[in-house]
Nanobody
Framework: QLQLVESGGGLVQPGGSLRLSCAAS????????IGWFRQAPGKEREGVSC????????KYADSVKGRFTISRDNAKNTVYLQMNSLKPEDTAVYYC????????????????????WGQGIQVTVSS
């Protein structure tokens, strides 16, 4: 069964950085696009960034553009989300999911195209 596990979250001060990891278990990530999503308290889950299976296409929500960088290391079967210049409004539970394609944030699916949601990882930005 396709399963992704998020890690790397935590508490960070505004302006700080974190790197989230999305690791695949039991299958090869090479053939899948990966999306990062987040859900803040009282809000709907939203797409943050995505990367195509080849890594050739990356997209970012306007709210994180210039601060977040998505990348993948297929040799390590892992996708990363480097988050810099973090703001309190970035506080949320972050999820990764396998997606069919990465064309734009607006067309990111509302649910994983493959597999299901993992437990997510908490990111808290606070002084």
């Amino acid at each position: 069964q396709l399963q992704l596990v998020e890690s790397g979250g935590g508490l960070v001060q505004p302006g700080g950085s974190l790197r989230l990891s999305c690791a695949a278990s039991g299958f090869t990530l090479d053939y899948y696009g990966i999306g990062w999503f987040r859900q803040a308290p009282g809000k709907e889950r939203e797409g943050v960034s995505c990367i195509s299976s080849s890594g050739g296409s990356t997209k970012y929500a306007d709210s994180v553009k210039g601060r977040f960088t998505i990348s993948r290391d297929n040799a390590k079967n892992t996708v990363y989300l480097q988050m810099n210049s973090l703001k309190p409004e970035d506080t949320a539970v972050y999820y990764c999911a396998a997606v069919r394609r990465c064309l734009s944030i607006a067309t990111m699916p509302t649910a994983p195209d493959f597999g299901s949601w993992g437990q997510g990882i908490q990111v808290t930005v606070s002084s």
